[in-house]
Every structure is written in structure tokens, then in C-alpha cells.
């Protein structure tokens, strides 16, 4: 006989108990499915750290439900994907109600959607609402549209939703964006004393999960040393709150700024907590209004910061959802080199990549500029398969989920799209490492040097690209300004420019 149970799923990024999903949840006559799939963090050879801290917020949240009397069963340690092990409990229970948000995975909703029509299911999947911008309200924004660009969209959300806005829609400050302001490096003694920011001790069901994680995936890569990541929305919260009473204050100026061993900078660290949904968007731009006007913060860095949350946030994920499944097989420089084998690592002579790598692995985290100016820059140059990088960014990221890390990886960092959503590669030679950071100090090679033994591989990378791409960059205004300096550069040097391009691309292990 058919069940008239609702089954409720839960996935590991939707960790909200105000969640859509449950809001008319009946704890008489529903249930809740969660399911930790050994399958799921295998399709990508993910970082030991993102595992743990996965299967740690959702074992907390799984709690949290009990506590309140939910119904709920929790699926540990199968080696079924969601889907299969969803299957099997429809099956199993004769249920003909499923419940569950959007997945942020394209591929997850596909296959959701796939599994219901296949069981002739009730399928209610409903609105992710720890987002700003529905799919619709992006839809009708992007259609029509040559262009899609942050900016525009971002005024449109600024203004829809009262953010930084008078009374008349004009920016706060007059000025839509202050990215100039935000764009300095450290002084060149260092960045002195930087707040950290507060971490956490794991608690009995996280060690137990970082037990469990570094034995049945002793073989995937970075550590859980330091895990220390926020797993419960109680730390989530706190997190925010004192990265708004302690980092905001310097988190723009210094957004771009990279220094040896400093792995957070004054970044807000906010990131996974906001993609498992422990926070929501709107509790994170509304503490950091208050903190703007309790402490009297620059504009610049409290514009600097909700850019990246009401901006760049919502706008890849409606870029994603718009682009898929195109968007991950995009290819438009037709790379096919292999990732070289020191991404998995760290171990290189080139101290940028040595270091954003090396924090990497060790904490799952790296900020901003590290992920598009050294990793993804280093990636585009080396013209590495635009998948092999996504697969390795979407693996070794505590807060990598598709939505967020392909627009990111495809679409920002290795122009695969063409550029369907950025005006120009953002492509850049040592002299910038060099300028944003303190890494060229302790290189093996120098920055400025083009071609030999001691050169950049950045460097030399970075000229090769536009020796080889003149005609793109020469026909955009955007980008003329960059193959404009190759005038400065003799016949005779391009020539061994390209010449040792060759023998690095033909190396790249070794580097
Ligand atoms: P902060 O610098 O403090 O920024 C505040 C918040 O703004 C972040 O927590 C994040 O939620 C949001 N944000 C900032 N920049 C972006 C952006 N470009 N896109 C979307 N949201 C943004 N972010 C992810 O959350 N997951 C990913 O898998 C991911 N992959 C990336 C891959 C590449 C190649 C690049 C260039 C960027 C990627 N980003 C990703 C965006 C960004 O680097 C991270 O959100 C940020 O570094 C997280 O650290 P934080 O919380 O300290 O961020
Ligand atoms: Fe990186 Fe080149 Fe600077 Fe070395 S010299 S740290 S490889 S930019």
C-alpha cells in the first residue's frame, strides 16, 4: 500500500531550520532524509577538510531536528549516491510525496526531477530562499541582454532591495562602487597584526567525523590538522559577529592584498557558513550595515563587502543557472594541457603558487585573489583543461559547491566562455604578484625577468599568452592597452619569450 507520508530531503548545503523545505513539515505524518554519500565526495577528489566539515554541520543539523521530535532518517556511509539511496527508501516506504529546495546542483536537480518522474512522484521542489535573486527575477534581467555584467545587475539588486540607497535610489556616497579604493597591497613591512578569525575547537561529533574522514579518505588530498571551521549555526553566528566588530574595518582596503603565511587576511572567512546555509545573506549584509553605522566604518569597505554578497554571489548563481550544462563543458581556447601535479600539493619552486596552494591544502581556504590572480591566472597561462581546474577547485574548497566555483572557475578565472559574463581574461604577469604581495621576495625566479633560467613562469606565460592571442586583445579597447606593450618588446625577445614558453608548458611539473 502507498504511503501517505511526505519525505522531506535534506542536503548537506541546505542546513537551515527555517528552510522552505520544512516550513509546513508535520512532525505526526513526515519524515526527514539526510544521507552522507561516500559517492558524493568521491565524484571530485575532495579535500579531506571539505568532507569533514560537510558531514560534521550535517551530523550537528541532523541533531538539531531530532531535538525538536522530527522524524528523521539518516543515511551514514553508503556508497549509493543521494539519488540511489533516496530511491531506496521511496522504495522501501512506499512513499509518494517528495519534498525537498532546489538544489544548488544542477546535476543533482536533474537527477531529482529524473528519479520522480521515473517513480511517479508527488515532487514538491521549492524556491531556494538564502538568496536575493530568484532564477525568474535573473532570467528576466539577462534576457534581451548583449552584456551581462555584475555591475548593472548589482545596482538593480541595490536598489530592489533598499541596500546602500537613498531614499531616491542614488547610491550611498555617490558612487555605485569604490573598487579603487579597495585594491592596495600591504605595506611593504608586512600587514602587521591582523585580527585572526575565531575558530573552533572540535567538539565530540566533529573529531569523531575527522576519525571517521582520515581513514576512509586517508588518500584524498589536504589535511584536518587545522580544522577549525564553523559546523553549527550557533558558531556561524558567531563568526559573523565578530568578523563585523573586529575585520570589516580593513577587509576593503586590503581585499587584494597577499602575504606570505597569511592565509586569511581580513577576509571574512564567511564563506562555507553561507553555502551550507548556516547563515543567510540577509542576516550577513544587515550586521554588516550596523557595524557600518555603530562604528562609523568606511563606505568603501562596507560597499567593497556587500558587492561580493548581493553582486558577485547572487549574480554567478544565476549565471550558473542560466549557462548549465553548457557552462561546464566551455572550452574557448581549446586548452587541453593536464593540471601539473603540484596543484594537488603545493610542491613547487614558484613561492606564490607554493603558498596559496599550501594553505590550501592545509585549511581548505584560500581568499579571492589568491583563487583568480595566482592558481586560476597560473591555470589560464599554462593553458591547463578548464575541467581538470574546476574539478581541482570545486575539490579542495571548503565552500565549494558548482553554483559558486564553475561561474568562478569557467567564467571568471579562465575566460572559458568567451566571456560571456567578463570583459576581458584576467590574465596577469609576475609584476602584479609582485606588486599585490611579498611572495617574488623568496622566489627561485624573478619577476621581471621574461625568458632564462631565472625567469617567471608567470612572467614568461603571461607574454607568450598575448604573443599568441594579439589579434583577440588588439580588436577590444579593453584589452588593446595590454598587446600595446608588447611594442615595447624586441622582434628578437618575443622570439625567446615563446621560445621558453615552449620548454615551460613542456614541463610544467617541474616548474
Ligand atoms: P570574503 O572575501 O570575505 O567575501 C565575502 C563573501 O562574499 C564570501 O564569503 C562569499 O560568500 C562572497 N563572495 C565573494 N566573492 C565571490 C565571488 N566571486 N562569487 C561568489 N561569492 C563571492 N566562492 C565560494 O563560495 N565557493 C567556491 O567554490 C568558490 N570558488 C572560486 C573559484 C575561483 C577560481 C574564484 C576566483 C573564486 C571562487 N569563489 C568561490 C569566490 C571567492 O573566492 C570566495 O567566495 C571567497 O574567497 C571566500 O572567502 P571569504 O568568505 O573569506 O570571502
Ligand atoms: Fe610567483 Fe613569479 Fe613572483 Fe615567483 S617570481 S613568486 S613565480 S610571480
Redesign the pocket.
Known sequence: MKSSKRLVLILGDQLDLKSAALKDFNVQTDEVLMVESKHEAQYVWSHQAKIALFLSAMRHFAQSLRDLNYPITYIQNTSLSIVEALKEKIQKDNITHLICLEPGEWRLKQEIEGLAKELQLQLDMRDDDHFYCSHQEFLDWASGKKELRLEYFYRLMRKTHQILVDADGNPEGGQWNFDQDNRKPYPKKGPGIIDD?VLFEPDAVTQEVIAYVSQTYAKHPGSLEAFRWPVTRDQALEALHY?VEYRLRN?GVY?DAMWTDTP????????????LKLLN?RE?IAAVIDAWKKYSLDLSTVEG?IR??L???????GMYYLDMPKMAQDNYYEHQRALPKWYWSGKTNMACMKDAIGQTMKYG?????????V??NFALLAEILPSA?CDW??AV?V????W??????AG???FANGGRFTSKP?IASGAYIKRMSNYCDSCKYKPDVRFGETACPVTTLYWNFLIKHRAQFDASPRTRLMTANLKRISDDDQKLIVQHAQHVLAHLDDL
Open positions: 578569525p568578523f577587509f581585499q586569511y587576511g581580513w577576509h571574512s572567512i564567511l564563506s562555507s557558513s553561507l553555502n545573506p550577513v563587502f561580493q554578497i553582486g558577485w554571489r547572487e549574480f554567478v548563481r581556504y584560500a581568499h579571492h585573489i589568491q583563487r583568480l590572480m592558481t586560476g581546474v577547485y570545486l574548497y565552500d565549494a559547491i558548482e559558486v566555483e564553475l561561474p568562478n572557475t571568471m578565472a579562465l584576467y
